[in-house]
């Protein structure tokens, strides 16, 4: 039986941009999730590495492919940034946010990931763009864009490498 392979990707930035491992987290038991991963560098994208299939199973039964599960870490994650804001002008997209809460946060922030895609098609594909800033940046400015429905996340990294849940936000930017 042919199954179709999802067509949504969700991403994840791997920061420190050194790391050899990267724990994901908010996944499910009882999921098949297929995982691949490509480096980057100043020259660009490498080549993927072939897609894997792993189902989360939560049975104990080592035979059947049991995966540790639990929803317990010894890893802190950081809050999300909150009140993400998008306007623009002429040709420029405006995004700030706030930092979480300081005193609530169990860990310090060092860095945010800023994605963004558009509703603009290319080669049957959405464009999905990120940068990295440094905490404490809280906007930045995406120039040169295009009428078109923009959604853009942020989400917090702290310097272990362990990240928030995203906060998102779109606009669209017609005539």
Do not use: C
């Amino acid at each position: 039986m042919i199954q179709k392979r999802k067509q949504q990707w969700n991403q994840v930035r791997v920061l420190p941009e050194n790391a050899t491992d990267f724990l994901l987290f908010d996944l499910q038991v009882e999921q098949t999730y297929e995982i691949t991963i490509v480096a980057e560098n100043e020259y660009g994208l490498g080549s993927f590495s072939p897609i894997i299939s792993v189902y989360l199973n939560n049975n104990e039964d080592l035979a059947i492919g049991y995966l540790q599960y639990t929803n317990e870490t010894d890893l802190l994650r950081p809050l999300s940034p909150t009140n993400l804001y998008l306007s623009h002008s002429g040709s420029n997209l405006y995004l700030t946010w706030n930092h979480p809460n300081f005193f609530q946060s169990p860990v310090n922030i060092h860095y945010y990931v800023i994605q963004w895609r558009s509703s603009i098609v290319f080669n049957n594909q959405h464009s999905q763009q990120f940068i990295v800033v440094e905490h404490p940046i809280r906007s930045y400015v995406l120039k040169d864009i295009k009428q078109a429905k923009y959604i853009v996340q942020i989400i917090s990294y702290s310097e272990q490498g362990t990240y928030s849940i995203p906060i998102q936000s779109e606009i669209d930017i017609s005539t």
